[in-house]
């Protein structure tokens, strides 16, 4: 992600963070109405899951249509910016007869990190937490959802972390006006994936010798207020989903703060790698800002837990550079990294380090040469 990539993305949570802080100190005593919980895919091991979400007031956010107007699209980006989280919300996470109640913060954000028993399995299944609010009572009963946790099986090779903005979806961080267009006026049917992204990450998650074993996550500066939007491109355009680690614009008692774009990724991927101590990893991101030295500094803190990197090269020849060098220093360690014009030029490189499968290198070519044919976000929107 670019600089204005970060400022954008800032710029949005920190305009939500606003209107959370003025509606928090605003609030007056209410009735009981209606809520609805957020749950956020979470992951675990075979002894602990981990999970977190979000308490709203008010109806959850409509799926998109690919005929959705322009203005609908942006009053959703509004909702979301303007979404009304219940604070010090109290949120009781059950599995297999072990329980959990937390309490949120002032975003109504909760983390949940509940002890659970998992049968050893030979691919990925995904473990249901139940999910109930305590406290505020809903009108009309008890308000409730399910959670899902990734537990990867033993039998997996490796993990990927990948960065999202500019790497799997389309962000456009190089001209902030069409950059802004497709943030705020378009949904996840018109967002679009860059061009072979899901089939390469669904021979990604499936590996050389398959099946489905390898577990994806996703770490981004984008805010969470954009969750749902960005699981549904993933469904939308069937990207395999994962866990995702965004950025909690969140409040400071005078003034609103966040983590930098670099401790943010870093803190997740410590947490992923750590959980994970098993994997192995293949990092995938792109050039726009710092990814390359996210992931220095990954090989550095875990070293030998790092199979290969794909930078996607989204930035003007002064940063290849600069990549380059960084590249050059990995490979004393005995990591690649690679800079690649696209996604075929990382699956061609990933079939012959044996991390995919070669014969799905077809099917990648073909769906990048189909979505490069799609129409863009706004043609689609006004036609």
């Known amino acids: 992600m670019s600089r204005e990539g970060e400022l954008l993305n800032r710029a949005l949570g920190e305009a939500e963070a606003a209107f959370d802080w003025l509606k928090y100190r605003t609030r007056k005593k209410r009735e009981p ?3 609805h919980i957020q749950a956020y895919r979470g992951h675990g091991t075979a002894e602990m899951l ?3 979400g979000r308490v709203f ?8 249509r690919e005929d959705d107007a322009l203005l609908r699209n942006l009053w959703h980006t509004v909702r979301r910016l303007g979404s009304d989280e219940i604070p010090a919300a109290k949120v009781r ?9 937390v309490l949120a913060d002032d975003t109504g954000f909760f983390e949940i990190s509940l002890p659970s028993t998992t049968d050893a399995v030979t691919t990925e299944v995904w ?21 899902f946790s990734i537990v990867p099986p033993a039998e997996a090779r490796f993990g990927i972390i ?22 705020l006026l378009t949904n996840a049917r018109t967002r679009l994936p860059f061009a072979g992204v899901a089939a390469f990450y669904r021979a990604l998650h499936v590996g050389a010798g398959g099946p489905f074993t390898n577990p994806l996550f996703y770490v981004s500066s984008s805010p969470w207020n954009f969750y749902d939007l960005l699981t549904e491109v993933f469904e939308v355009h069937k990207i395999p989903v994962g866990p995702l680690f965004l950025k909690d614009y969140g409040l400071a008692p005078d003034l ?3 983590r930098g774009h670099m401790e943010h990724k870093l803190t997740a991927i410590d947490h992923i790698m750590n959980t994970h101590s098993q994997l192995s990893f293949v990092l995938v991101g792109d050039s726009g800002q710092k990814d390359p030295e996210v992931y220095r500094e990954t090989v550095r803190r875990h070293p030998g837990r790092v199979k290969a990197i794909y930078i996607r090269d989204v930035s003007l020849d002064i940063r290849d550079h600069e990549i380059q060098a960084i590249a050059s220093e990995l490979a004393k360690e005995g990591v690649e990294m690679m800079l690649v014009p696209d996604t075929v030029a990382a699956a061609t490189h990933a079939a012959a380090r044996g991390l995919i499968d070669p014969a799905c290198l077809p099917e990648i070519r073909g769906e990048r040469a189909e979505d490069l044919s799609a129409p863009t976000p706004f043609e689609t929107v006004l036609k």
């Open 50 to 52: 981990y999970l977190s």
């Open 93 to 101: 996470a059950s599995v297999n007869g072990a329980s959990q109640t």
């Open 256 to 258: 609103l703060l966040s």
């Open 127 to 147: 473990r249901q937490v139940e999910l109930e609010l305590v406290d505020p009572v809903a009108d009309g009963g008890t308000v409730g959802t399910n959670g």
């Open 162 to 183: 990948s960065d999202i903005d500019d790497t799997v979806v389309q962000t456009d961080v190089a001209n902030l006006l069409r950059m802004l267009r497709l943030v």
């Open 57 to 64: 007031e008010g109806s959850p956010i409509p799926k998109a």
């Open 33 to 35: 109405g209606q809520y």
